[in-house]
């Protein structure tokens, strides 16, 4: 860049020619003179600033050094602490976090093949992967998106009629003389368990976050192929405050072993369903208590075809199902005790109408052993419950008339899981449940006494999204006029996850 030397020359004699046109008072020409010394003074000023810039340019480049953390300032969205050495790659939306706080779950994230752990609600939100993978930031806003989920195919094979094609229900084995009875080897290939999800995170009053979680599959119609879409969960949760359609509070989420089947152990609480929920965090650090409530969608299985209603009777229910609890998580596993109360009822037109109280208790918990191993178990008692217990929920066994008058029907329900990691991309689950029905005789002989689960796999994660497992299952039912039935299956499936 050329420097204007001859300026400031150029400039005064101008003035000076022009000046005694103008005037020819002194003093006008002492004030010119004047003017002139500081418009000097401004160009050599300006030319020192135009020789630095030159400089500056004349100098090879240099590339900043690299960062490899953020700042302690910052931290995922949904964490209270800064999360120190994230690649620079980190999720878009850092700059959010100091809005989105809510401490690191201290439930450890077992990577499940049922993946049932990531759309469970927890205390202020707190996630189970703090570097948030898979988040980014909506343009223009303060929420971040996840699009998530994973394609899955199951291929079976039944070594008889085990009442479903798809999922192992120990409930819907034939006994003889019902419909299915002895019935051959049969397969198939499915996939229905494929998932979608959506989750969003954004700040909200009284330096919060919410969460809204979404996710789907194409299980509505669980003894087909076909892919009919189902919404598993839609839930929103603020200040510990939830609302939707998600996972009942009676429910213990991660208790649930690694299985490769759909449904999972017999003995199991499994139940996704509309509520409102509060979760009060009672203490916080590395070991965690909170105590919850919640009231959730009443309704109720009672089989009214049955000889003992009038023609025209229905089930109704007259108040919510609620749940309370408490859970203590730290480092070891988890505990959680629940209970829950019900009121089930019936009425007809044209006869009687009868209601009767139903109640439950369930302890639960996980243990981890050595680096990654994970023992889990659950006990489950109660009246008029039925519906709660995973593999008695289409059965019609919360009550019954008996005697004319209406009765819940005693369950109890048990399931263990323990699973052991050979290596870093091979492990095995080992899982068995009961379940024992106390059926009145008016439901008649084939009404279930007791259901028997056990099941054994091997599993192949060569790489965080991608995996494979080859299970083989064992079911057992017994009905009250003793007649048995009992099913194998071998089930081998692949998915592969979209964000992990």
């Given at each position: 860049?050329?420097?204007p030397?001859?300026l400031?020359?150029?400039?005064?004699?101008t003035?000076?020619?022009a000046a005694?046109?103008a005037?020819?008072?002194d003093?006008?020409?002492?004030?010119?003179?004047a003017?002139?010394?500081?418009?000097?003074q401004?160009i050599t000023e300006?030319?020192?600033?135009?020789a630095?810039l030159?400089?500056q340019q004349a100098?090879p480049?240099?590339?900043?050094?690299?960062?490899?953390?953020?700042?302690?300032?910052?931290?995922?969205?949904?964490t209270?602490?800064p999360?120190?050495g994230?690649?620079?790659?980190a999720p878009?939306?850092?700059e959010?976090s100091?809005?989105?706080?809510?401490?690191?779950?201290?439930?450890?994230?077992?990577?499940?093949?049922?993946?049932?752990?990531?759309?469970a609600p927890r205390?202020?939100n707190?996630?189970?992967d703090?570097?948030l993978?898979?988040?980014?930031n909506i343009?223009g806003?303060?929420?971040l998106?996840k699009?998530?989920?994973?394609?899955?195919?199951?291929?079976?094979?039944?070594?008889?009629?085990?009442?479903?094609?798809?999922?192992?229900?120990?409930s819907?084995?034939?006994?003889?003389?019902?419909?299915?009875w002895?019935?051959?080897?049969?397969?198939?290939l499915?996939a229905?368990?494929?998932?979608?999800?959506?989750?969003?995170?954004r700040?909200?009053?009284?330096?919060?976050t919410?969460?809204v979680?979404?996710?789907?599959?194409?299980?509505?119609?669980?003894?087909s192929?076909?892919?009919k879409?189902?919404?598993r969960?839609f839930?929103?949760?603020?200040?510990?405050f939830?609302?939707g359609?998600?996972?009942s509070a009676?429910m213990d989420v991660d208790?649930f072993?690694?299985?490769v089947?759909?449904?999972?152990?017999?003995?199991i609480?499994?139940?996704r369903?509309p509520q409102l929920?509060y979760?009060?965090?009672?203490?916080e650090g590395a070991?965690t208590?909170?105590?919850?409530a919640?009231?959730?969608l009443?309704?109720?299985?009672?089989?009214?075809?049955?000889?003992?209603?009038?023609?025209?009777s229905s089930v109704?229910s007259?108040?919510p199902?609620?749940?309370?609890?408490?859970?203590?998580?730290?480092?070891l596993?988890?505990?959680q005790?629940?209970?829950?109360f019900?009121?089930?009822?019936?009425?007809a037109d044209d006869?009687?109408d009868?209601?009767?109280?139903?109640?439950?208790?369930s302890?639960?918990?996980?243990?981890n052993v050595l680096?990654?191993?994970k023992?889990s178990?659950?006990?489950?008692?109660?009246?008029?419950?039925a519906?709660?217990?995973?593999?008695?929920?289409g059965?019609?066994?919360?009550?019954a008339?008996?005697?004319?008058?209406l009765k819940?029907?005693p369950?109890?329900?048990?399931?263990?899981?323990?699973?052991?990691?050979?290596?870093?991309?091979?492990r095995s689950?080992l899982?068995?449940?009961?379940?024992?029905?106390d059926a009145?005789g008016?439901?008649g002989?084939f009404a279930?006494?007791h259901t028997?689960?056990?099941s054994?796999?091997l599993?192949?994660?060569?790489?965080?999204?991608?995996?494979?497992g080859l299970e083989?299952?064992y079911?057992?039912?017994?009905?009250l006029?003793?007649s048995e039935?009992d099913?194998q299956r071998?089930n081998f499936?692949?998915r592969?996850d979209?964000?992990?």
């Amino acid at each position: 860049m050329k420097r204007p030397e001859y300026l400031p020359s150029l400039v005064a004699l101008t003035v000076l020619f022009a000046a005694p046109f103008a005037s020819a008072q002194d003093s006008d020409i002492a004030e010119l003179k004047a003017m002139v010394r500081e418009m000097r003074q401004t160009i050599t000023e300006q030319n020192a600033r135009i020789a630095a810039l030159e400089n500056q340019q004349a100098r090879p480049k240099t590339k900043p050094a690299a960062t490899t953390s953020i700042k302690s300032a910052e931290a995922p969205a949904g964490t209270k602490r800064p999360v120190e050495g994230l690649p620079s790659g980190a999720p878009i939306g850092m700059e959010l976090s100091s809005a989105l706080h809510a401490e690191r779950s201290t439930v450890r994230d077992a990577d499940t093949f049922g993946d049932l752990q990531q759309a469970a609600p927890r205390a202020n939100n707190a996630p189970l992967d703090p570097a948030l993978n898979g988040f980014f930031n909506i343009p223009g806003t303060d929420t971040l998106l996840k699009i998530g989920g994973s394609a899955r195919v199951d291929a079976i094979v039944d070594f008889g009629n085990n009442g479903n094609p798809n999922q192992f229900v120990p409930s819907t084995i034939p006994v003889p003389g019902e419909p299915g009875w002895d019935g051959g080897v049969r397969s198939t290939l499915q996939a229905k368990a494929t998932r979608l999800s959506l989750e969003l995170r954004r700040p909200v009053a009284f330096g919060d976050t919410l969460r809204v979680y979404s996710e789907y599959d194409f299980y509505d119609d669980s003894t087909s192929s076909a892919l009919k879409f189902r919404a598993r969960h839609f839930y929103g949760q603020a200040w510990n405050f939830l609302i939707g359609h998600t996972f009942s509070a009676f429910m213990d989420v991660d208790a649930f072993p690694d299985v490769v089947d759909f449904q999972g152990p017999n003995g199991i609480v499994n139940r996704r369903q509309p509520q409102l929920r509060y979760t009060h965090p009672i203490s916080e650090g590395a070991c965690t208590t909170q105590f919850f409530a919640s009231i959730e969608l009443p309704e109720s299985k009672i089989d009214t075809d049955t000889s003992e209603f009038a023609t025209d009777s229905s089930v109704v229910s007259p108040v919510p199902d609620g749940v309370v609890g408490i859970r203590r998580e730290s480092p070891l596993g988890h505990v959680q005790a629940t209970a829950i109360f019900r009121d089930l009822a019936y009425e007809a037109d044209d006869g009687p109408d009868d209601d009767v109280s139903g109640w439950g208790v369930s302890l639960s918990g996980s243990l981890n052993v050595l680096e990654k191993d994970k023992l889990s178990a659950q006990l489950t008692y109660g009246e008029g419950i039925a519906r709660y217990i995973n593999d008695l929920s289409g059965e019609d066994l919360d009550a019954a008339l008996d005697g004319g008058d209406l009765k819940a029907i005693p369950v109890f329900a048990t399931m263990a899981g323990y699973t052991h990691h050979w290596s870093e991309h091979w492990r095995s689950t080992l899982a068995g449940g009961y379940i024992q029905v106390d059926a009145p005789g008016s439901l008649g002989g084939f009404a279930i006494d007791h259901t028997l689960y056990g099941s054994a796999n091997l599993m192949w994660q060569p790489t965080p999204s991608f995996r494979t497992g080859l299970e083989y299952l064992y079911g057992s039912k017994e009905t009250l006029d003793g007649s048995e039935g009992d099913a194998q299956r071998v089930n081998f499936v692949i998915r592969y996850d979209l964000v992990r």
